[in-house]
Each structure stands twice: as C-alpha cells, then as structure tokens.
C-alpha cells in the first residue's frame, strides 16, 4: 500500500505515518520544515517538503492508493480550497478504471455540542445542530475542521472516510501540554471550566493504530465516520488530584487539593470544557480496534515524565 500522509511531522501526523511505515507500507510524508524532514526520513518515511496546498506532490496521485489528512486548518474555505484540489487531481490524473483513491480526513467530536450526560455519542450519532449555532454548540466548531466533513463524505471522486478523535495524549501531551507547561512556568495546577467534569481522551498511539487500520480496510469502508475514543470518559478533578500527587502540589484547601479551575480566555479553552460521553463501536466492530495504551490519569506519571523529555531534548 502506498499512502502519503498529510501533516505528517504533526502530533498527530508523526505517529500515524511511523505505524504505517512499521506495518510494512510505502510512506510519503508531507512537512514545511526541512529539520523536520530528516526526522522523517530517519523513520524510513519519504520526506515531501511542501506546502500542502502546492501542487508539488500531485505527482503522488496517479499510484496512491490512500491520502490520510491529519492537517489542522483553520480557515474552512482554504481547507476547501485544498480539497477540491486534490479531487480535480485525482479525476485528471489517475485512469478511470482505477478504484478510487482513498482520503481519511482528521475530525473531531466538537460539533456534537456541549451534551454533558444528556446524551451518548456513537459513531452514527446525527449531528443535531450542524450549523453550530444552538444552546449546547461549541463555538470552536465553526472555525474547525468538521463543517468539511460531508463534502468528504459524499464525494464522487475520492473514497471518503473520517476520523473523529476526542482528546490526544502522550509524549508532547498536545492539549494538556498547556497545563503541564503553566505548571512548569507558575506553579500551578490549573485547568478552565468548572469541578465535576469529564475529559475523553486517546493516545496517540492507539489512535495511529485506527488509521492503520482504517486505510488497510478503505475500500470497504468509504463512507463512514469513525470515533476514535478510550472505551471510558476520564473524571476531570481525578485527574489534577493525581497531578498534584506526581509533582508534589498539596494544600488543606479541600476537596480540590491544591489545583484550580479558572474561567477560559480564549475560544480554544472554552472549548476543552466540552461535556461529552462517548461510546464508539465502529472501528471496534468493523475494523478489530481496541485501545491499548493506559489511561491519562492512570498512566499520568509516565506521560508527565515523556513531556518533560519532549520539551528538554
């Protein structure tokens, strides 16, 4: 299988092109960072430095068999842009007897809204409020990634299928960094919102393992959504309670043990304070997939200790 991948030096994109190239396949790896090309390479990835929107790599089209898309754009219409380019690519340049090439899109879980215990999400959950302007929307998901999601889904060119991941951890930490680093800078334990809540997370790893999974058994599963999500949500005040254990924050402050919520500044931090339970069941059922990695919080020390060695190499 020849498969190039999108945002491949990402915290998303990296893992995802060394598994594939650990299962055996031909990787290319689109990055706009030379220094990031050699480490590329040095995982026996071929290395694509470019923009992605370039046509530079078009070349690729005719004999890929998969496009995995782990990009994070944030303006919707220079996504579209880049879509619909590489769907004019493929109709001109690929022959058309050939099946169609495969495009797995990176998504998320925002556009559920924010439905805290009100409603369980699955991978067939209809969006309720696909214009993101109702009581629960989550204001993130009008600038995000998933408005794009049914152009993919419905295209007559590509073979598309998504990719929902909830929260990402491991090694660099990716959302969490930003508790990790305000701790390291402050001394702070501290996370936006409110006590009480939940967080559903995947590692990085498991969640490369779906896209493996995802683009050896593509063309049977165009079409679909699938939700990439640990089989139980992680409790919130759990998880900073054990922080505070790991790095030695205490207090006799109560319940909340020496950390602290704090209302969000940004859009971005309003949204991690989505409320959501998740229970995925397609990529168990169809695609054999099954979380393997420990949880945030059990594991917390040991993804404490892999971010401290991400920052300091």
């Not at 169609?100 to 699955?122: A, C, E, M, R, V």
């Not at 989550?138 to 991941?165: F, T, Y």
């Amino acid at each position: 299988m020849r498969v190039l991948v999108l945002g491949a030096s990402g915290f998303i994109g990296f893992p995802v092109a060394q598994a594939l190239s650990r299962a055996g396949y031909l990787v290319y790896g689109q990055t706009r960072s030379e220094e990031k090309a050699n480490r590329l390479a040095a995982e026996e990835i071929f290395p694509i430095v470019c923009d992605p929107s370039s046509t530079s790599w078009h070349h690729l089209i005719p004999t890929l068999d998969v496009i995995i898309d782990t990009l994070h754009p944030s303006d919707l219409n220079t996504y579209l842009t880049l879509f619909l380019g590489i769907e004019s690519a493929a109709k001109s340049l690929r022959p058309a007897s050939s099946p169609k090439l495969s495009f797995i899109f990176t998504s998320g879980t925002w556009q559920f809204g924010n439905q805290g215990y009100d409603l369980i999400l699955t991978d067939t959950t209809p969006v309720l409020d696909p214009t993101c302007t109702g009581p629960k929307a989550v204001e993130l998901a009008k600038l995000d990634r998933d408005r794009v999601e049914q152009d993919i889904l419905k295209s007559g060119i590509l073979n598309g299928i998504v990719v929902r991941p909830t929260f990402v951890y491991g090694r660099s930490a990716s959302i969490f960094s930003m508790m990790f680093e305000r701790f390291r800078q402050e001394g702070k334990v501290s996370w936006p919102g409110t006590p009480g809540g939940k967080l559903t997370t995947i590692h990085q790893d498991d969640l490369a393992d779906l896209y493996v999974r995802a683009a050896e058994k593509a063309q049977v599963i165009g079409g679909l959504v699938f939700i990439a999500a640990n089989n139980c949500s992680e409790d919130t005040d759990g998880f900073l309670r054990r922080f505070c254990g790991i790095v030695g924050v205490d207090s006799k402050e109560g319940p909340r043990v020496g950390y602290e919520y704090f209302d969000p500044t940004n859009i971005f931090e309003k949204a991690i304070t989505t409320q959501q339970i998740v229970r995925p069941y397609l990529a168990r059922t169809l695609l054999g997939w099954e979380p393997k990695k420990l949880g945030l919080t059990d594991g917390l020390e040991l993804y404490w200790n892999a971010y401290l060695a991400s920052v300091d190499k």
